[in-house]
């Protein structure tokens, strides 16, 4: 994945053969809770939705690497004990860059899960998508790489792609037909946007410089 500072992303991946990612609610808040430990350092969350075997995240890049002090995590980061996953504690100063927080994200939720489901193996796409919507070239966003697709018609596309990025994600459960209309689906910052309830994830005072809602 390449990115630069200052752009907007949807970062995108799914189960391995398509299989599910999420298998009870714990599960789902156990993965925000690693997206506000592994994306929120390096991004604003502009919008977001987990689905039963793929997520989308919409986000700004604000840094590209960080040098911090990393006290009382490892590489595996946040696990739950309900997972069966103990936290191990380490104090080092390291170099970490917004590519490889994404990928100690997954891996770390992939070992829990795992562990879990007492399976081996990978859980996600061996590669993760990310596909800039404001960047003056190279925009290419493709917004179908789940099994539940959509055709794009767009005219200004460096101005109108936020838009639809940040539209798709929250259709994407009425999409799935999992639910009749967007904010019944609790996983998605859908009910963030609706005032449905105080969601800190997503930061509304910069998604309103680049989307209506």
């Known amino acids: 994945m390449n990115f630069e500072k200052g752009y907007i992303y949807?970062?995108?991946?799914?189960?391995?053969?398509?299989?599910?990612i999420f298998f009870n609610r714990d599960n789902y808040l156990f993965f925000l809770k690693k997206i506000k430990a592994y994306i929120t350092p390096y991004s604003d969350i502009l919008a977001w939705c987990?689905?039963?075997n793929h997520f989308h995240l919409m986000v700004l890049v604000n840094s590209l690497v960080l040098d911090e002090k990393n006290e009382g995590l490892d590489t595996e980061g946040f696990v739950q004990s309900s997972l069966g996953v103990s936290l191990r504690h380490t104090e080092t100063v390291i170099e970490k860059t917004f590519n490889s927080s994404i990928?100690?994200?997954?891996?770390?939720?992939?070992?829990?899960i795992n562990k879990q489901e007492n399976r081996t193996g990978k859980l996600f796409r061996e590669q993760t998508k990310a596909e800039c919507l404001n960047c003056?070239?190279?925009?290419?966003?493709?917004?179908?790489?789940?099994?539940?697709?959509?055709q794009l018609q767009v005219v200004n596309p460096e101005f109108?792609?936020?838009?639809?990025?940040?539209?798709?994600?929250?259709?994407?459960?009425?999409?799935?037909?999992?639910?009749?209309?967007?904010?019944?689906?609790?996983?998605?910052?859908?009910?963030?946007?609706?005032?449905m309830r105080n969601g800190t994830m997503v930061n509304k005072m910069v998604a309103k410089e680049y989307i209506v809602f």
């Open 10 to 20: 949807h970062i995108y991946n799914q189960g391995n053969n398509r299989q599910k």
């Open 103 to 112: 990928g100690i994200m997954l891996m770390g939720y992939t070992k829990a």
């Open 50 to 52: 987990l689905m039963p």
């Open 136 to 150: 003056p070239n190279g925009i290419t966003p493709s917004f179908y790489n789940t099994e539940f697709k959509t």
């Open 160 to 195: 109108q792609y936020p838009q639809v990025c940040f539209n798709y994600i929250h259709q994407n459960p009425v999409r799935a037909g999992l639910v009749d209309k967007e904010t019944t689906w609790e996983f998605s910052s859908a009910q963030d946007y609706a005032g």
